[in-house]
């Protein structure tokens, strides 16, 4: 047996490797949240500086994902995959260890920059293993199942680990993970890369866009405090804007561009680009205020917030698989409209949230629906925005989807956020009402503004997906399947 026919057996064996490795990657963006009071008492942080835990990672994260998709490409998938799984390692150990804000703050930065080595290297082997048709969607759905949940997890674990073993253990928990991921990856991985004739890896590029993105996730993540039209973050989005404009300019020019601007001719591609922007923006905040809402206004301790996220975490476990599944069958169109649609009803739902809530009707439906959207959302996104994207250019296809997503999650998070604190602000100024009423209104006004940005990504869905490449891919799958079963 060839070594190659050995890799493509052992291909489910590398997707669970693969899943495993994103869960972490989605893992260490949520994993925290719960632990910072533990750690701004450990660490002696200001209540203005502990936020920066998550949003060093979150920037570093989505600042640094297209360069490690067009690094996945060129310089070998498996091996630019292994180099984040390292990096993730060694920043997480250091982390833990961490003895003072600035070293916590630089190696979670650190930890971000290996996630955004990983999870577009990671995806983009997922998407080589396996053909496009039937037999990728289900990997995709396994994909989309352990990185949906990963969310959700996090949040339990982290209540868990920061009660039973201190707070430096929601950050260690990560090395052995990553060291055993590595040790395993070279046996049931193989390497691939793009095989352009031109290898320049284009650093005026990548410098432009990464500082570029690094810039805008900042001044969204700060616009919360800062406030938008402080001369702080209004400088930052004109940065942001003048950097991104430079790199556009350097891509139109450059022989081996870093991101080859035809691949936006794929409509399909560039509308779930769109789709998967607006459905970060309106869900990731959600695990954000459902949190808050938890523990402030109900008065959940760590250990039960994390456990009320079991039934959301298991919901998207199954409805990514079934999602998968439906694309096989009816194509990533009206799937992807339909999870937009569910995460649209969730989150209206959750803006009825009250102050004497029950778990049944405040928490438990609502996380339902929004976990099928989220479900059917996130593996039709990512399977619309790489199908018919060719093998060498499937780390950039991987790189952006999982860049807008992120993008769009901050994005989300800093609109949402204003929105929420802007609404409470205005309830406690009229001194007629309550600390927990006032809140709760900001979260009412917040959810609700996260089912109009769903209601959009389901009008882009429509609008952008093409219905023939739907229909392509369900002919394909069925012509893939046909000889099977004969």
């Avoid at 997890?153 to 260690?172: C, K, M, P, R």
């Avoid at 296809?397 to 997503?405: D, P, R, V």
């Amino acid at each position: 047996m060839t070594t190659s026919q050995q890799y493509l057996e052992r291909r489910w064996t590398a997707l669970i490797l693969l899943c495993m490795a994103q869960f972490v990657v989605v893992l260490d963006a949520s994993i925290v949240n719960v632990a910072l009071p533990s750690i701004g008492k450990g660490l002696d942080f200001s209540e203005q500086n502990l936020p920066w835990v998550v949003n060093a990672y979150v920037i570093a994260f989505g600042g640094f994902l297209l360069l490690g998709g067009r690094a996945a490409d060129l310089l070998g998938r498996r091996r630019v995959f292994m180099a984040g799984l390292l990096v993730v390692a060694v920043a997480s150990l250091a982390a833990g260890f961490a003895a003072d804000q600035g070293q916590l703050i630089a190696a979670r930065a650190a930890q971000g920059l290996g996630a955004a080595i990983i999870s577009p290297a990671a995806l983009s082997i997922v998407t080589t293993l396996f053909r496009d048709g039937a037999e990728r969607n289900k990997a995709l759905g396994a994909w989309g199942a352990v990185a949906g949940s990963a969310g959700a997890a996090g949040v339990l674990l982290g209540g868990i680990l920061t009660d039973g073993l201190g707070w430096e253990w929601v950050l260690w928990v990560n090395v052995p993970v990553a060291l055993i991921a590595l040790a395993l990856t070279p046996g049931l991985i193989p390497e691939s890369r793009s095989e352009s004739a031109t290898r320049h890896f284009d650093a005026a590029g990548a410098i432009s866009v990464t500082a570029g993105l690094s810039v805008l996730a900042y001044a969204f993540l700060d616009a919360s405090s800062a406030g938008w039209g402080s001369t702080k973050i209004v400088s930052l989005l004109a940065l942001s804007t003048a950097l991104i404009g430079a790199f556009v300019a350097i891509e139109l020019r450059s022989k081996a561009p870093l991101v080859p601007f035809r691949i936006f001719r794929l409509r399909t591609l560039t509308g779930a680009n769109v789709v998967g922007l607006l459905l970060g923006a309106s869900l990731f905040s959600m695990f954000f205020f459902i949190s808050l809402y938890m523990q402030q206004v109900l008065g959940y301790s760590p250990i039960h917030a994390g456990l009320s996220y079991l039934p959301l975490a298991l919901t998207i476990i199954v409805a990514a698989g079934v999602g998968g599944q439906l694309v096989t069958r009816f194509g990533f169109k009206p799937i992807l409209a339909a999870g937009m649609l569910f995460v649209a009803l969730g989150l209206a739902w959750f803006s009825q949230v009250s102050i004497g809530g029950g778990f049944t009707t405040d928490i438990l439906g609502p996380s339902l629906l929004a976990a099928i959207g989220l479900g059917f959302g996130f593996v039709t996104s990512t399977i619309a925005a790489v199908s018919g994207v060719q093998a060498r250019e499937q780390g950039l296809a991987s790189g952006l989807i999982n860049t807008s997503q992120q993008i769009g999650g901050a994005l989300g998070l800093a609109v949402l956020s204003t929105i929420a604190t802007s609404r409470t602000d205005h309830v406690m100024a009229s001194g007629t009402s309550s600390l927990p009423n006032a809140l709760t209104e900001g979260f009412q006004s917040a959810f609700l503004g996260g089912a109009v940005i769903a209601a959009l990504g389901f009008v882009a869905t429509l609008i952008l997906i093409r219905t023939r490449d739907s229909r392509a891919h369900v002919e394909m799958a069925n012509a893939e399947a046909t000889p099977a079963g004969a």
